[in-house]
Each structure stands twice: as C-alpha cells, then as structure tokens.
C-alpha cells in the first residue's frame, strides 16, 4: 500500500489517496470530486429513467454538458427502457476530462432485506463487465447509493471493495480508483479497504 499526502498551511498532513497493488492492476481509493479527474471511463450514480438528479448524477450532467448527456440518455431509454437497478450503460463523456461514462444504479436502501447488498454488488459488476467489453483501462466510481439512496457507508464499502478485488483478480480492467467526495467518506473507505483488501 502507497499514500500520498498533502500539506495545508505546513501544519496539516492528510493523505489523500492510498494504492494497493491487486493481481497486475491497481485500486486506488482517493478522495476528490470525480468529474475533474481524468479516466478512460467514470461511473455515473444514475437512476433508472437516466433522467439526472443531484449529486454524482447531476455534477457529472453539469460538467459533461446537460443538453448531450441528456439527449444521449434518452436515446437509450427510448431503444431499451428503463434501466433496472444493477445494470449499467455507456455514453460518451463529452465535456468531461474522462472519455466515458458508465451509468448504473445502485439499490434504494430500505432495511437491507430487500436484496439491497445483492443490487449493489451487481451495480459494480456490471460495470466493470462493460468496461472490459469496452477496452478500458481505467474507471473511477463514486459510492453508490451512498448519498440519497441511503446505503449505510460501511457496508457499502465492504461490498464495493470486495467486488473490485474480484474483477482486478480477473484482470477485467488495469486500474480501478473509487473517489470519495468528503473527508469522512474517505476515511471510512480507507478503514475498510484495509479489513477486505
Ligand atoms: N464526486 C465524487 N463523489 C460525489 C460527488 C462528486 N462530484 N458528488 C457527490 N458525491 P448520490 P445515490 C458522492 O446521492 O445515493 C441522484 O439524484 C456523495 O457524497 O449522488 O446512488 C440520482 O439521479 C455520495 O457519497 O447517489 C439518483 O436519483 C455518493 O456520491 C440518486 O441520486 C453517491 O451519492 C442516486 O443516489
């Protein structure tokens, strides 16, 4: 495991992002907002009409550009229907410093009997396959459902972590990154990161 730390004002050290090596490839836990990084593809924490929101979804429509990503997912939805939680699509990252997106949903959490940790195992899965369908090299997630889907953090984390182990051992893509937005989100990721990986 790497770290690599910052200075604010000389007297503060963070570490804001953190490496393990997994089989030939890389998962990288950072914090940062992820539509300012650049990857071969971002993950989208999308609904299941495409339609935008807040959040992930509506920061990645702002910086990509409302009117193209909008249209994009619409063509999708009119070709395919709604997009059942778990699953994923692709459309172009246009104004955006990564090249792709890759949208999935993740689960509503309700009381964890609803097949909530099931859903958002597959939400990672089924982009990671679509990543490697696509050649992708690297992807960078945020934490599904972990904003106004309501997934307890923790839990998330394990499962999330634990599913892109998985897929770097089956060399699916070369490097994973999962940006966390807050300071406390990071940490967290980081506690668990060092329990699953
Ligand atoms: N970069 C990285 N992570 C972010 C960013 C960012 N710029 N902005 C927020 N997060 P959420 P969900 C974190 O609510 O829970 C939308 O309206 C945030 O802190 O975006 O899957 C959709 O349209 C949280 O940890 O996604 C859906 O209707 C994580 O991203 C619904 O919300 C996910 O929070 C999806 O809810």
Known sequence: MDGLAFAACGLIFRTI????????????????????????????????????????????????????????CQNIIKKNGTLPTGMAVITPGFGLPSHSIIHTVGPIWRDGKNDEPAKLGSAYAHSLKLAQAHAIGTIA???ISC?????????????????????LEA?????????????AAY?????????VL
């Not at 890389?26 to 539509?35: A, K, M, S, Y």
């Not at 299941?48 to 909008?70: K, M, N, P, Y």
């Open 17 to 72: 992002m953190q490496t393990w090596n997994i089989s030939t490839g890389r998962l990288v836990i950072r914090q940062g907002d992820i539509t300012t990084l650049a990857f071969d593809a971002i993950v989208n924490a999308a609904n299941t009409r495409l339609a935008g929101g807040g959040g992930v979804d509506g920061a990645i429509h702002q910086t990509a550009g409302i009117v193209e990503l909008q249209t994009a």
């Open 141 to 143: 997630f945020p934490a």
């Open 147 to 167: 904003g106004a889907y309501g997934y307890p953090v923790e839990d998330a984390a394990r499962i999330a972590l634990s599913t892109l182990k998985q897929g």
């Open 171 to 183: 060399n699916m893509v070369r490097e994973i990154s999962m940006v966390l937005h807050d300071d």
């Open 187 to 195: 940490d967290t990721w980081i506690a668990i990161a060092e329990e």
